[in-house]
């Protein structure tokens, strides 16, 4: 398959980058919300909007009145909610929750996917504990208890938790805090008792929380998938979240580097356009040259991923990785080269660093990120 | 079964069939690339026949007419070969400068006369070319160039000096940039073709760094060139230059490398054993670089072939590509230690990994520099403002 967008791919761009630039908007969304301190980070209208340009369900399968796409689809949007920097839960919800509903029994599926779809609900995920992204370390038990489970522990960075409609948690029915086995996960309703939220604020004017879970009590149909058989689903939505991510990361890299080329050719100093300066010529066009390969790797890693490859996980975390370092050398020349204004939250610049540094721990960073590269790669 | 799928399979055979052993090794040294030219001879007759082999299917030239000495593949085709190839770690059968530049160049400015003739010989590797750019005083600043060919009716007199020639001892003929008028830069030279063996050619080596002479300072002194041996118009040979170096760039960059494996981590732990944990995190994230890098050039291969990416982005894949070569032979020579350090011992097969360490500092020079590269792609493709 080529590595650019289809004549239907292009389309859905286009659609998307001009939705996302009018609804999706940094004043209309981010700004507005932020500024209200809108206990969710994001509206629910624009949810709404979105599920009426049928994005919700971009990843949901047809028979389930989703659109059937791939992650290809998925990415497109992503860079352009990114580009916008708009605050949304379709990561968490269409790209990470859906993989894990996917996998889902049919009741369960009819459960929740309708409300997906119809932009009426909002899922997250529950795999984290502790500051940074350790996936392979799952130590929240499910106990049997009756016909059901017991959910007891703690986890961190529930991105939009408090809410979320249904929390996906990963958690472990057997097995010791490191096994890879004795993982399973559960559809968690937001009213279940003994769940409770700490949510907080991110830089980036994003909610996560601070989840725990106090004996959650949980029917045997809240299990997506097989009981202990967890950990291949839990792969599955981490290879999602991670080209997902990857790709709104590419939004937020462009959007950054283009607000900056832009201010390079209007600022005067020293009676020349900034622009003129090959000091900042010369950096401006190895940005360029980085987020372009980032982008390609993006690609790639989602073409792979919608083909099923054997190599799509390494490459998830190529694209993971590469997008970490170019959309973060994106947002610091991009304030640097803005010069004191950068600073001003008036200016958007600085909006662009604070969502790549969320971005850039969602799903694993960087350095989580090349390690896994070198695992994968036998070294 | 498709006719694509069928293609690959033949090819599969075919390669199977007429692909030796000894050339699916990975090349180790110069003397492993068979060059092609009149002076030229083969290392083995392995080399020989996987030579002769492909130049009888066109597959020196896969991409290419097959009235022009090509196979005629179509791009999908081309790429199936080129990962067919991959897949067994063929080496090329002939490297030439006329299949990576010359020809294209010609493909696209050449009379159809000069097709049939120049690249079937380049396709059947007879004639190996060497590329007549570069002056001591036109380096970066290439049009400022003088050597001078005066207009004599039937022919010119070229006179100047050339230099960083690569291979201009070992080759047949050139392909050269020459003023023939001196009132107007850009649309004032000729990019002209003429035997190396004409009076008046001499050439003289240049040592390396890397202890090697790969090329030369090349004089003319009174050449005489027919007029009829020259590509595209009279005095608009910029047009041919500024072309055929977007292909140069494209092959220095490794860009139709891109099957090739690209991380090294997992190669070198092979060769060393443990590999010291800060090393191994350099290696890692140099992985990421590489292997997105071969995502970068894949895609941007298949947008060449649909006339998708920017004029300008080979500057691109030039840049990007020549420094992460230059970083991987930095790590492959930390891996090595002090084995790499060896220069002229049986065991590092006559120091060849300091060597090709050194002459991968002039990826970012040969065809254009990193900076001339930056300034292209700030100016071309971010149109930032300034001269
Ligand atoms: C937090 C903060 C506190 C400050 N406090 C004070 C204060 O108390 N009093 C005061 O007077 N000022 C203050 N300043 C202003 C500060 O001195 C200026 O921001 C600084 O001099 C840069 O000028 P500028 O913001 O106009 O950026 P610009 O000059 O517009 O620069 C924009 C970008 O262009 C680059 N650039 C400009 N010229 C060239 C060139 N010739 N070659 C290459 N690159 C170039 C710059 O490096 C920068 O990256 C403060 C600034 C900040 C951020
Ligand atoms: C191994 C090798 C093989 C070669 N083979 C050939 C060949 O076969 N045929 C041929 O014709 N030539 C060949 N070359 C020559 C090559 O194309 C030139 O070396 C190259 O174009 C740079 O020119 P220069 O060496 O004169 O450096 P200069 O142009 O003098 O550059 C010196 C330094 O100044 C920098 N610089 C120059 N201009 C600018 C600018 N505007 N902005 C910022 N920085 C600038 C350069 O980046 C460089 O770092 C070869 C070179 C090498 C190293």
Redesign the pocket.
């Known amino acids: 398959m080529p590595l650019y967008h289809d004549d239907d791919q292009a389309m859905l761009a286009d659609t998307a980058s001009q939705f996302m630039a009018e609804e999706g908007a940094i004043a209309k969304q981010l700004r507005h919300w932020r500024d209200r301190e809108c206990k969710d980070g994001f509206g629910h209208a624009l949810w709404k909007q979105m599920a009426e340009m049928g994005f919700t369900g971009i990843l949901v399968p047809e028979a389930d009145g989703g659109l059937g796409m791939g992650h290809v689809e998925a990415g497109i949007v992503l860079e352009e909610i990114g580009r916008n920097l708009t605050p949304s839960p379709f990561l968490t919800s269409s790209v990470v929750a859906a993989t894990a509903l996917g996998q889902a029994n049919d009741d369960l599926r009819g459960r929740w996917l309708p409300g997906l779809i119809a932009g009426d609900s909002v899922f997250a995920v529950a795999i984290d504990e502790g500051a940074k992204h350790r996936p392979e370390r799952i130590a929240t038990r499910a106990e049997k208890s009756g016909n059901g489970f017991k959910l007891s522990g703690r986890k961190d960075f529930v991105v939009q938790g408090a809410s979320a409609d249904m929390i996906v948690v990963a958690a472990r029915t057997s097995g010791t805090e490191d096994d890879a086995d004795g993982v399973t996960l559960f559809a968690v309703p937001k009213d279940a008792a003994g769940l409770d939220h700490n949510a907080v604020r991110l830089v980036d004017s994003s909610m996560a929380s601070h989840l725990t879970l106090d004996g959650v009590e949980l029917d045997g149909d809240a299990v997506i998938g097989e009981v202990d058989g967890g950990r291949e689903i839990l792969n599955r939505m981490l290879d999602a979240g991670r080209v997902g991510a990857a790709a709104e990361g590419v939004g937020v890299a462009r959007g950054a580097m283009d607000m900056t080329v832009d201010y390079l050719k209007q600022?005067k100093?020293?009676g020349k356009l900034?622009g003129e300066?090959q000091?900042?010529q010369h950096r401006a066009a190895h940005l360029y040259s980085e987020v372009e390969i980032a982008r390609a790797a993006t690609i790639k890693a989602q073409q792979l991923l919608d083909a099923g490859a054997e190599n799509a996980s390494l490459m998830a975390s190529v694209a993971k990785a590469k997008v970490g370092k170019a959309a973060g050398l994106a947002v610091k020349e991009g304030v640097?080269?803005?010069?004191?204004?950068g600073?001003t939250d008036e200016y958007d610049i600085g909006l662009y660093m604070k969502r790549d540094r969320a971005l850039a721990e969602f799903m694993g960073d960087v350095h989580y990120h090349a390690g896994r590269v070198a695992e994968l790669s036998g070294y | 079964m498709s006719d694509l799928d069928s293609f690959r399979a033949e090819t599969r055979a075919w390669l199977e069939a007429n692909c030796p052993p000894e050339m699916r090794e990975p090349v180790q040294g110069e003397e492993d690339v068979y060059w092609g030219g009149r002076k030229a001879t083969f290392k083995s007759d392995a080399q020989k026949a996987w030579f002769e082999a492909c130049r009888d299917k066109g597959y020196t030239v896969p991409a290419w007419p097959r009235e022009y000495g090509g196979a005629g593949l179509s791009p999908p085709e081309a790429k199936i070969l080129r990962e067919e190839m991959a897949r067994i770690n063929a080496r090329p059968p002939l490297s030439s400068f006329g299949i990576w530049m010359l020809g294209p160049a010609l493909l696209k400015f050449g009379t159809e006369e000069q097709k049939r003739k120049y690249l079937n010989e380049i396709a059947r590797g007879e004639i190996r070319w060497c590329q007549g750019y570069s002056e001591p005083g036109s380096g970066s600043d290439l049009v400022s160039l003088q050597t001078f060919g005066e207009d004599k009716g039937d022919h010119w007199i070229v006179n100047g000096q050339k230099i960083w020639t690569s291979y201009a001892d070992k080759a047949d003929w050139i392909f050269c940039l020459v003023r023939t008028d001196k009132s107007n830069k850009y649309q004032g030279i000729t990019f002209m073709l003429f035997d190396m063996e004409s009076p008046g050619v001499s050439t003289k080596p240049i040592k390396l760094i890397s202890g090697n002479s790969p090329f030369c300072e090349t004089f003319f002194d009174d050449v005489k060139v027919p007029k009829d041996q020259y590509v595209g118009e009279i005095n608009r040979g910029w047009d041919v230059a500024k072309y055929l170096l977007g292909h140069e760039r494209e092959m220095i960059s490794g860009a139709d490398n891109s099957e090739r494996g690209a991380g090294i981590g997992a190669m070198l732990k092979r060769q060393t054993g443990e590999l010291d944990p800060v090393l191994r995190a350099e290696l890692a994230l140099f992985d990421v670089d590489a292997l997105a890098f071969s995502a970068m050039a894949e895609k941007f291969l298949d947008e060449v072939k649909v006339g998708k990416a920017h004029p300008a982005q080979p500057n691109m894949m030039k840049y990007a590509g020549t420094e992460l070569n230059k970083r991987r032979h930095e790590l492959m020579m930390a891996a090595g230690g002090s084995a790499a350090l060896e220069w002229d011992s049986e065991e590092s097969r006559g120091g060849s990994a300091a060597r090709s360490w050194l002459r991968t500092k002039a990826n970012s020079i040969e065809g254009g520099t990193s900076e001339v590269m930056l300034n292209v792609i700030a100016k071309r493709i971010l149109e930032l403002p300034g001269a």
Do not use: V
């Not at chain 1, 640097?336 to 204004?341: E, R, V």
């Open positions: 600022r100093q020293f900034i300066f000091a900042l640097q080269m803005h010069g004191g204004i600073m």
